[in-house]
């Protein structure tokens, strides 16, 4: 089941903090670019990302419960690309990790279904990310895909891009904030779980007020981007966990992969590795201190 293998998995690691695999040609330390490029061709750009996603997971697999990948960064090189986007995900369930496929899908219901059937009829996915703009028809064929709890959706709530407070903090006729009001649609889904729902939703890091708000309201995991290079603290992120310490999965990308640039580091999977061990101190001390 979802929910136990993620608490089973943090518990052990003593980790809720997520890799992001998001390869870019900026991101590819020299040696990997003069060992890959000859043409610089969509083939070599892939082969030198999986190359790169190994390492970082080698490097990771102890420390963190789950990877998360996002589909943009391979769609980007066509089908190669897509081969390593999967390839990765397999590779990170090979390792013992729980995986997101972070593809943000959402559209009328015959095409969710589609999209809901090909990301989690895969066995190395075990979360997708969901668009809820479409409303529940839209939603539920993702809902149904996951029923019984043994994968899990993160529904986008409230983004962690600056912009996000265009829509998302619209005010409806009753006082709320629009977001709220896809919180409670995230809800209806929810089910009747004892501890957490296999259905979550994804929070930004750097909004500590909506956290507060959307803890309350939500019995699903909080997926929390926005740590590390979109300036998102650890101070805030804490109150996406519940006063027992769970409850959030806190994701870094550029961070953590990009570390090695900051501390002129050539072995780019022992600084991801640092770079992890820094963030999961730093979330883990925040924890501890509590929430008011
Ligand atoms: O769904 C997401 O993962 C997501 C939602 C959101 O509100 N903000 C956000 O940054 N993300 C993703 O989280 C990752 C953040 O990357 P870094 O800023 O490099 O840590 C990217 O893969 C984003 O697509």
Same mark, same amino acid.
């Given at each position: ?87 990765? *995900?397999?590779?990170?369930?090979? #390792?013992?990790?729980?995986? +997101?496929?972070?593809?943000?899908? /959402?559209?009328? %219901?015959?095409? $969710? ?97 909506? *956290?507060?708000?959307?803890?309350? #309201?939500?019995?699903?995991? +909080?997926?929390?981007?926005?740590? /590390?290079?979109? %300036?998102?603290? $650890? ?58």
């Amino acid at each position: 089941m979802f929910i136990e293998k993620l608490l089973r998995e943090i518990k052990q690691k003593k980790s809720p903090c997520v890799v992001g695999l998001d390869p870019t040609l900026e991101m590819m330390p020299d040696k990997l670019k003069r060992k890959f490029l000859v043409k610089g061709d969509e083939k070599e750009i892939a082969q030198m990302f999986w190359q790169f996603n190994k390492e970082i997971i080698d490097y990771t697999a102890e420390l963190t419960p789950c990877i998360k990948v996002q589909i943009a960064f391979y769609e980007r090189f066509s089908l190669p690309g897509l081969e390593v986007f999967y390839k990765t *995900l397999d590779y990170g369930k090979e #390792k013992g990790l729980m995986t +997101i496929a972070d593809v943000k899908r /959402g559209d009328i %219901g015959s095409t $969710a279904k589609a999209y809901a059937q090909g990301f989690l009829k895969n066995p190395s996915i075990d979360s997708i990310t969901v668009n809820p703009y479409f409303g529940s028809d839209g939603l539920l064929p993702f809902v149904e895909e996951t029923k019984g709890g043994e994968k899990g959706l993160f529904i986008l709530v409230k983004t962690s891009n600056p912009s996000s407070k265009e829509l998302q903090d619209l005010i409806t006729e009753d006082g709320q904030f629009f977001y709220e009001k896809v919180a409670d649609l995230v809800s209806s889904f929810e089910g009747d779980f004892s501890e957490f729902s296999h259905i979550g939703s994804v929070v930004g890091g750097t909004h500590k007020e909506h *956290l507060k708000r959307l803890r309350k #309201k939500l019995k699903g995991f +909080i997926l929390v981007p926005g740590y /590390g290079a979109q %300036g998102g603290k $650890a101070e805030d992120i804490k109150y996406a966990f519940n006063t027992d310490g769970f409850g959030a999965l806190v994701c870094s990308s550029r961070g953590i992969t990009e570390y090695y640039k900051k501390i002129g580091e050539e072995n780019y999977g022992l600084a991801a590795q640092i770079s992890l061990k820094n963030m999961i101190a730093d979330i883990n001390r925040e924890i501890e201190k509590g929430v008011e």
